[in-house]
């Protein structure tokens, strides 16, 4: 959608979250002495409650070769809606920068609310009740499990579940053929997020920044020309430690975003007063590594030049 192919499985990792806190009820009977004479373990399955209501109700007695086996239980999503009580801007960014040379990055979650129905059936209520009692004493009244949404960028998120609410219905309309079902239907609010596309971008690795005086007469230039210039770029020594002394440094681009590092400044200026030029320091060489062109009254403030000199421009 709007140019992006991206899907992150999100909805199937929630389903699967909420089923796993099911997946191992087990189902005691015992006898008038309290001793256990039977140990059923719930099947659990994903689908709609009428549709295991009609398979039981058509095969009353199970005769078929396929049938169903109480007690069990199923679920299904109900709806899903936005929740704007829980937006974050949705300007913010999630950055990952686990490679040299690229990041990616993705805009905020959004949040939305999951409505899940969990159907309990048996044949009688003892059986049913055994099951809820089993949920209940988890759900005060929420449950937070942890769910990975996404592996790059790691984000992940306690997400709660709610329980809402219980209702039971009795199954046992119609002749005496008819098989009785107990129905017991939990109903959970699930506060999930959706993730919008990963972007891959280029880190940036220099930044120039260019100050421009509009209005120079002929003589000092046009309003087109750079008057003083910034350049800033990440600055490590071969052993990993930060420098801003640009010529003991590595090459930017083998810099990881992710190591420490420090930061050098390269300012220029091409401003011209009095048609008069100063050399304020150089390489070594007669060429000149920053030439100042000051008009009266500049203020530059304090930078290190890729030499690793430290100068203060208000001394001039």
Do not use: C
Request: charged share 20%.
């Amino acid at each position: 959608m709007l140019g992006h192919i991206f899907f992150h499985d999100l909805i199937r990792k929630y389903v699967v979250t909420f089923g796993t806190l099911f997946n191992d009820i087990k189902l005691r009977r015992t006898n008038r002495l309290g001793a256990i004479t039977q140990t059923i373990e719930v099947p659990l399955t994903y689908g709609p409650r009428d549709k295991f209501v009609t398979r039981l109700q058509q095969d009353p007695d199970l005769s078929a070769q396929t049938g169903l086996t109480l007690p069990r239980i199923s679920f299904e999503i109900v709806r899903m809606g936005f929740d704007p009580s829980r937006q974050l801007p949705a300007t913010n960014k999630i950055i990952h920068d686990g490679s040299a040379n690229k990041v990616k990055r993705v805009f905020t979650q959004v949040p939305y609310d999951i409505q899940f129905a969990l159907n309990v059936y048996s044949m009688t209520n003892e059986d049913g009740v055994r099951i809820v009692e089993q949920i209940l004493p988890f759900f005060v009244p929420q449950f937070a499990p942890t769910v990975q949404l996404l592996k790059e960028p790691d984000i992940k998120m306690d997400i709660p579940i709610i329980l809402n609410g219980i209702t039971t219905q009795d199954l046992y309309d119609g002749s005496f053929e008819q098989r009785r079902v107990l129905v017991h239907t939990l109903d959970f609010l699930m506060k999930a997020y959706m993730i919008g596309p990963v972007v891959e971008k280029p880190l940036i690795l220099l930044a120039n920044t260019n100050f421009r005086i509009d209005g120079f007469n002929q003589t000092i230039g046009s309003s087109n020309n750079d008057v003083e210039s910034f350049r800033f770029r990440p600055g490590q020594l071969a052993n990993g430690s930060p420098t801003s002394n640009g010529a003991l440094s590595v090459a930017a681009n083998t810099i990881l975003p992710n190591s420490t590092y420090g930061v050098i400044t390269t300012f220029s200026s091409s401003v011209i007063g009095n048609n008069e030029v100063m050399t304020i320091f150089t390489d070594g060489n007669t060429s000149p590594v920053v030439d100042l062109r000051l008009v009266g009254g500049a203020d530059f403030g304090t930078f290190a030049d890729p030499a690793g000199f430290n100068l203060d421009l208000e001394d001039f």
